[in-house]
């Protein structure tokens, strides 16, 4: 068999092939058209967009590109490429000091799309022009429709990917393109402050210019923010400039954090890049401090190396670092050459860029409260994850440790706690050694309940406890016991053996424990719903739990019976937890598929009003957003909210305020209650916000949630798109409402409760992960 010969591509395919890896979509496009007017030296960039049309335009006031320099642009193919104004030699390739990547960009446009290419420099009296189209010259002489009066270049895209399909069909939306757009304009603004920039969306068909974005020269990158964002984000910052070495890191940390991560800016010689090891390093340093769940009131306990602030409720979103943040490095210490987005970075003296930036961080964490020198030296030898935090070793001179801050939280509510606990309580504890946990030793406190006045003995060992005025517990030998007893049977205590007559035990215990057969075998067995459907109940169980015998699966004999005691509590939790999630989920699927039984809503009147963020105002405006949140039963009722500038005209109009109110008019009822208390509704709508802002599929619904009658739990469906706020609000109104422990339930009682846990979808586990089994 002859093999075929190694021939070279042709230079078409070539360029064809080159071209699609470094620019992939109409917003990497803009990008680099940005970048190139922003190494033009430029001071005003204007791009216009009409995504639906395939085209874009990029107009600055920079240096302007030459006639001969237009004329390498226009050659066509292989002439075109490689053709820059930037100066690169063998030795400097790898350190990339400007924005354009090898003077490709503008040869891989004439390639995939129609270019057109309008300058003038400071010394031409007329503005020259270029058209390209698939490396193909058009034309090549005076501009006719982008004629300048003044230097600088205007570039034109259209009918992008007109050669690509495929890339076409795969393409996001035009609302997700132009917001990517955006993102991209805000995150070099913020960088270069001295220059304005405007974003129009050209598909508009209105008389007036539909503008979606205007940023005018500021002074800094945190007047930038403030017009970009308003006040709302940065009401109180911290401006840093600390320099190491030839390393110098400057921006500002806002001591006001924020539900999304949508505002974090970091930067490498003003190239923004992508998440990395350093964003690590600083979510790290945020993570091991305080930041997250800040309050309004923060003071520091002299004696304690963490704060004494009272801690948010758990289920409350944990705030996120506002910051904008430039590293200068030495173009020859790194290497973000790795891809034509230059987001990725390759870093010579990572170690001293870490040290610098974690520095930094813990020194503003320590001056305003968030964190102590103690913790700060701890958190510097790792980076713990923010789910899995570390038990920090606070210890001083003395040897004497605080506790880890994380044990103090409680899962209810300050103002629960506050209603049943007017005054503090001692909590009075005590060491013991491993040698003294023994079952010899024992020692027996007396406690008194605050709240009824009951006196109670515990014993320190177990932790039981009975009330003084009760007589002792009995031991199942009929003797009073010594001490009081648990409440579990050991394993020989259970077979009655080593003196214990079997007869000693109720009936209905012997029989279960003998048809129950070796602990070891029972323990192998996996329980299914069909156990729970065929239930016997017993009866309650230390007004805790619900005994019961089950037939196992798959098995009839006696030996296939086993005794179970279910937790009433998680029991009745998961019970109303699918109930709940069912009205929810149900009203959703029926909204997005626009039927007729829509979910249960609660009209406010007067609508409620809530206070977000400029920023947040503007996304609430996109439709899709507004249709989302009515799905899941929020409508709001006015849409045109007062922005209240604290300045009003100049071009350095960073003071607005940035906020916004809106009103709520209806909200599903099922969790309405939960809703209305404190600032629920506004935290939820900021939250829900965010995770729409960084995850915009969610908003893709409509062609994945087809409702069908045949299934038994089809509302599971729908939980993927169920805002997590959602799912915990429901979680906690569920375990308030819930059966408690000590409440006391009739045999029948039992019964409903048992039959309603198996005709759940997941009735092995509680809202809160806990076994209910």
Not at 537 to 546: A, G, L, S, Y
Not at 662 to 677: A, R, S
Request: charged share 25%; glycine share 6%.
């Amino acid at each position: 068999m002859d093999h075929a010969a190694i021939e070279p591509l042709p230079v078409p395919t070539r360029n064809k092939l080159r071209s699609t890896q470094i620019l992939t979509s109409l917003s990497q496009i803009v990008s680099e058209l940005l970048q190139n007017s922003l190494d033009a030296g430029a001071r005003a960039v204007e791009v216009g967009v009409d995504c639906e049309e395939w085209t874009c335009w990029v107009r600055d006031d920079g240096s302007g590109m030459s006639k001969d320099g237009m004329n390498v642009i226009g050659g066509g193919l292989e002439a075109g490429r490689y053709g820059t104004s930037k100066a690169y030699d063998p030795d400097s390739l790898g350190e990339l000091s400007t924005f354009g990547f090898r003077g490709e960009a503008l040869a891989s446009c004439a390639d995939i799309c129609c270019l057109e290419i309008s300058s003038r420099t400071a010394r031409s009296r007329e503005s020259w022009s270029v058209i390209v189209k698939g490396s193909k010259p058009l034309y090549n002489g005076p501009a006719v429709r982008w004629r300048r009066e003044s230097p600088g270049t205007t570039v034109c895209v259209r009918d992008a990917f007109y050669n690509l399909p495929v890339r076409r069909l795969s393409h996001p939306t035009p609302a997700r393109t132009l917001e990517a757009i955006r993102h991209e304009i805000v995150a070099f603004a913020l960088v270069f402050p001295q220059v304005s920039f405007t974003l129009e969306n050209t598909h508009s068909v209105k008389d007036d210019k539909d503008m979606i974005l205007r940023i005018p020269k500021t002074t800094s990158a945190l007047t930038a923010f403030r017009h970009i964002y308003g006040r709302a984000l940065v009401q109180h910052v911290d401006e840093i400039d600390e320099t190491s070495g030839e390393l110098r890191l400057e921006g500002f940390v806002s001591l006001d954090g924020a539900h999304s991560k949508a505002y974090q800016f970091l930067y490498i010689n003003r190239h923004p890049i992508s998440p990395c090891e350093l964003h690590h390093v600083l979510e790290s340093c945020f993570s091991a401090s305080s930041f997250a769940k800040h309050g309004t009131s923060f003071e520091i306990d002299t004696f304690s190396c963490f704060s004494s602030a009272v801690r948010r409720s758990p289920r409350k979103a944990e705030k996120k670092p506002v910051y904008v943040l430039n590293l200068t490095v030495p173009p020859e210490e790194l290497d973000n050459c790795l891809e034509p987005a230059k987001a990725v970075v390759h870093l010579r003296n990572k170690g001293g860029i870490v040290a610098l930036l974690s520095s930094t961080i813990q020194a503003f964490l320590i001056r305003h409260g968030f964190s102590t020198a103690n913790v700060a030296r701890v958190t510097g030898r790792g980076s713990p994850s923010p789910r899995k935090r570390r038990k920090y070793d606070c210890a001083d001179d003395s040897g004497y440790a605080e506790p880890e801050p994380d044990m103090s939280s409680r899962r209810m509510s300050d103002q629960v706690e506050t209603s049943r606990h007017p005054s503090p309580i001692p909590l009075y504890t005590r060491e013991v050694g491993i040698e003294a946990l023994s079952a010899e030793e024992t020692e027996e406190l007396s406690w008194t309940d605050p709240n009824t006045g009951h006196i109670y003995v515990v014993d320190t060992r177990t932790g039981n406890s009975y009330r003084q005025s009760d007589p002792p517990p009995v031991a199942l030998d009929g003797l009073k016991s010594a001490r009081p007893q648990g409440r579990t049977l050991s394993r020989q205590q259970a077979r009655g053996t080593e003196g214990l007559p079997a007869s000693a035990m109720p009936e209905w215990i012997q029989e279960a424990l003998e048809s129950y057969g070796d602990s070891t075998a029972a323990s192998s067995h996996r329980f299914e719903k069909a156990d729970l459907r065929d239930a016997q109940v017993i009866d309650q169980v230390d007004r805790k739990f619900i005994a019961c015998l089950i037939n196992k699966s798959g098995e009839s004999s006696a030996l296939g019976r086993a005794l179970i005691l279910i937790d009433q509590h998680a029991a009745d939790e998961r019970v109303r937890v699918e109930r709940f999630l069912k009205e929810l989920c149900l009203g959703f699927l029926a909204s997005v598929n626009s039927d007729d039984k829509f979910l249960r809503l609660r009209e406010l009147a007067p609508p409620v009003p809530i206070l977000l963020s400029r920023h947040e105002e503007r996304l609430l405006r996109d439709l899709g957003t507004r249709r989302t949140f009515e799905h899941w039963g929020f409508r709001f009722v006015d849409m045109s909210p007062e922005v209240t500038p604290e300045t009003e005209g100049g071009v350095d109009a960073g003071s607005i305020s940035g906020y916004s109110q809106l009103f709520v008019g209806c909200i599903p009822d099922v969790v309405g209650d939960k809703l209305l208390l404190d600032d629920e509704l506004r935290d939820f709508v900021k939250a829900f916000l965010a995770k729409l802002e960084t995850d915009p599929a969610y908003q893709c619904i409509e062609t994945d949630t087809a409702v069908h009658d045949d299934e038994e739990h089809r509302w599971l469906r729908a939980l993927r798109w169920c805002p997590q706020q959602l799912l915990d609000l429901v979680n906690s109104k569920a375990c308030r409402g819930a059966i408690m422990f000590n409440d006391s339930l009739t045999h029948a009682q039992c019964e409903k409760l048992v039959d309603s846990l198996g005709k759940t979808a997941f009735p092995f586990q509680c809202a809160h992960g806990r076994r209910v089994v």
